[in-house]
């Protein structure tokens, strides 16, 4: 992702210095780039944060150090905000990507459409704004990207944190996996650490299938028809990796407990 976002910007700014387009002519070009991101990568989008940030950090990232080496003919604070209005876009894309790959139906495809369109007007909305501040102002343009890029995150991490504990708490009532999971799985600062869940590899794979095992229960619940069925079997399958998760920590946890102290 991250060679993705240095040979997209590359190859649409080139690597000669140029001034700072207007905000219109870099919107339409970061509305074309979203575009083409969700038309190649919206079915590979992760719907879970942790995976979807990675990937959009590196993508963000490498286009927006392109962009400002290439903006470096509108001085320093004008590379510095064409390169953070494209990292603030591509971010705002990432988060909405993986809010829509989080829901199903008509919820889907308005999430990607809002996943194409709001990256463009924020990178538009920040290139103006930049050249609207006062030149003793003007590295504030730069600092209200960066906390855009943060904030286009807030929405997904907290659906994700409501969608764990709607959905898993069902399946800790059938005995699926522990309810004292809940918490830590809602989390995710917590969850990447938790030496209850085991070792990291172990870790990974059951924090990622409970959180995955939730989107596709909101999902079925969001369809109908044939479409309810295709998602059970996938219910199924990840319910299967959890309780395969939590009945090896546990057998592990016993075997510890029945060895002799030394």
Known sequence: MAVAGVAGAAAALGVDPIALPAPGALGAAILAAAFLLALLGAGVHSPLTAEAGLATSALALGAAAVAAVAFRGAGLEGALLGGGAVGAALSIYGAEGCRANSEAGWRRGMAWASAVVLPALAGAGLLALGNALSPRYSSAGPAVALLVAVLAWVPPL????????????????LGILPGEDLVVLGNPWRRTRE?????????????RSALLLAVVRQQQRRRKGEAIRLRQLEVLAFRTRVRRAVQGRLARFDVR??????
């Open 158 to 173: 907290f659906l994700e944190r409501r969608r764990v504990g709607r959905e898993l708490s069902e399946e800790a009532k």
């Open 195 to 207: 030496a209850r869940f085991g070792r990291a590899d172990e870790r990974r794979e059951y924090v």
């Open 257 to 262: 407990a029945d060895e002799p102290a030394l």
